[in-house]
């Protein structure tokens, strides 16, 4: 998901999924009352994905970095969805290649790392997204929950490069942006009329070769999104996080 341009609401809208509510007002929203508030048990998400067969990408791969940006309020909702869940969960073949990736950056870019935003997300989490951006010009960029996204089944996952100290590397946008300055198939225009630069688009290029070179799948609106499957493929493959 992204942030930047929030999606346009003229009125104040209260939505309530099976585990949240919140109140949406003009062009923002903030969270309901704290009693009504997601609360995650992390210990118990995690126990869950185990149960899933999922692991924790950062055993296989050590250099990952890890920042959830939906474990904390700077993402577009403004709020914690995860609550105290911080951990980068994947199918374990897309630990795998994501494993890959890191070696092929590490030889590539001595000093860089990956930087995870997001890995596996809970239908639940992707329901709120949803009702967000639902009728709104943003809507194209949300997988509706019905059919669920990738991230949904552990086979996507977010990510930048990274310095060794975790700054992450100017990509031309902020992750989970709205607007032309984070899709690719705009690249060339972006960077023929200055709204990017070679370096930050080098950046774009490297993060997409490792990727891609490790078996993920790039997509033309977001720089930070890849699909290790096909979401008929991973539906196939995989059980839905709920």
């Not at 990274?162 to 990509?171: R, S, V």
């Not at 902020?174 to 690719?184: I, L």
Request: one cysteine or more; proline letters at 6%.
């Amino acid at each position: 998901m992204r942030q930047g341009s929030a999606p346009q609401l003229v009125r104040c809208l209260r939505l309530v999924a099976p585990w949240y509510a919140v109140w949406l007002c003009g062009i923002g929203w903030e969270p309901a009352h704290a009693e009504e508030r997601p609360v995650i048990d992390g210990a118990a998400l995690e126990r869950q994905l185990l149960d899933l067969g999922l692991v924790d990408a950062q055993r296989l791969v050590p250099t990952l970095m890890v920042e959830l940006r939906y474990s904390t309020p700077d993402n577009f909702m403004h709020a914690d969805a995860y609550g105290d869940f911080a951990r980068c969960y994947l199918q374990p073949g897309v630990a795998k290649q994501l494993a890959a990736a890191a070696q092929a950056l590490a030889q590539a870019r001595p000093g860089t790392t990956l930087l995870a935003y997001d890995c596996v997300r809970p239908r639940r989490v992707q329901q709120i997204m949803w009702e967000l951006v639902k009728g709104t010009p943003e809507q194209r960029y949300v997988a509706s929950p019905k059919a669920g996204s990738i991230h949904n089944f552990g086979a996507a996952v977010d990510l930048t490069l990274a310095d060794l100290h975790g700054q992450p590397l100017d990509m031309g946008s902020p992750y989970d942006f709205f607007g032309d300055a984070a899709e690719p198939r705009h690249e060339a225009r972006l960077l023929a009329t200055g709204h990017l630069n070679t370096e930050q688009l080098e950046h774009r290029k490297l993060l997409r070769r490792v990727m891609v070179g490790a078996g993920f799948h790039s997509i033309p609106n977001e720089w930070w999104h890849f699909d290790a499957y096909s979401r008929a493929a991973a539906k196939e493959r995989f059980a839905i996080v709920e």
